[in-house]
């Protein structure tokens, strides 16, 4: 917050009461407030870049979080949770992991925390290729994973809404990708626009020289059309009725649609 803004919440708390903005009649309020910062607050003070009158109302109670990376012991519940989770909002069957791979989330130093093993497990019910993860956390290479797949546009990222954990997408259990010795397995069958050579692959993933990277941001791509068109053709295309089925917003379908190069047929 701004100085101003932690001023004016300052004076809320003290005196329980406020006046809207162009109004002359003082509300009262009567609130709990429960407040949670990933920042050193303390190292703030010494900055002046928060409040010391502030800090110490609410400091009240104090509870600390340890991050994930001092949790080890819960990650399996999590991560069966997300599995879970995700395998229901992309019509797949959840999967069940190999003890190597468990073992290998349990050693991940989780720079990203409960985000990041979300994240991580969204990609692999997606991409459903165990090997992949196992080589990324061995290799600790989840976080320029991340960044490739955000630099994309990836839906892995995108918000969920109640809308989107309710709908249910024809045509999303068909989506799959495979990495082999000798590059990827053809695309996944659906519609709308295809860059791809004559076998119907992306012509990026028939190279055997494509990083493990570029595998799956391709990958990623071919998930949100596979998602984005069916959920067209249930609304009969109209792209307001999709959007929040999809979970995104209009403007953000809009440029899906045309970064994938999905026309209506």
């Given at each position: 917050m701004k100085a101003g803004l932690q001023a004016k919440l300052l004076h809320v708390l003290q005196d329980g009461e406020f006046n809207r903005l162009g109004g002359n009649k003082k509300v009262?309020?009567?609130?709990?407030?429960?407040?949670?910062?990933?920042?050193?607050?303390?190292?703030?003070?010494?900055?002046s870049e928060f409040r010391e009158d502030l800090y110490y109302r609410l400091r009240v109670i104090e509870i600390m979080v340890p991050p994930l990376r001092q949790r080890h012991d819960e990650i399996p519940e999590l991560t069966?949770?997300?599995?879970?989770?995700?395998?229901?909002?992309?019509?797949?069957?959840?999967?069940?992991?190999?003890?190597?791979?468990?073992?290998?989330?349990?050693?991940?130093?989780?720079?990203?925390?409960?985000r990041e093993l979300e994240?991580?497990?969204?990609?692999?019910?997606?991409?459903?290729?165990?090997?992949?993860?196992?080589?990324?956390?061995?290799?600790?290479?989840?976080?320029?994973?991340?960044?490739?797949?955000?630099?994309?546009?990836?839906?892995?990222?995108?918000?969920?809404?109640?809308?989107?954990?309710?709908?249910?997408?024809?045509?999303?259990?068909?989506?799959?990708?495979t990495v082999s010795a000798g590059g990827a397995s053809p695309r996944p069958s659906g519609s709308g626009s295809n860059p791809a050579g004559?076998?119907?692959?992306?012509?990026?993933?028939?190279?055997?020289?494509?990083?493990?990277?570029?595998?799956?941001?391709?990958a990623m791509g071919e998930a949100e059309r596979d998602l984005i068109v069916p959920t067209l053709r249930r609304v009969n295309w109209n792209r307001r009725k999709a959007a929040p089925l999809l979970g995104v917003s209009y403007k953000t379908l809009l440029n899906k649609i045309k970064e994938h190069g999905i026309v209506q047929g």
């Open positions: 009262t309020v009567d609130v709990r407030i429960v407040a949670a910062t990933n920042r050193d607050l303390e190292a703030m003070l010494s900055r069966e949770f997300f599995l879970g989770k995700y395998s229901k909002r992309y019509n797949r069957q959840k999967p069940t992991l190999a003890p190597a791979v468990l073992e290998a989330l349990q050693n991940y130093s989780w720079p990203g925390n409960i994240n991580v497990v969204k990609r692999f019910v997606i991409l459903q290729d165990e090997a992949l993860l196992l080589r990324d956390l061995r290799s600790g290479d989840l976080r320029s994973r991340d960044r490739d797949l955000q630099s994309s546009g990836s839906a892995a990222h995108a918000p969920s809404t109640q809308a989107e954990e309710h709908a249910s997408v024809p045509g999303a259990a068909s989506i799959k990708a004559g076998d119907g692959a992306p012509a990026a993933l028939t190279s055997a020289t494509s990083s493990l990277a570029e595998i799956a941001r391709l």
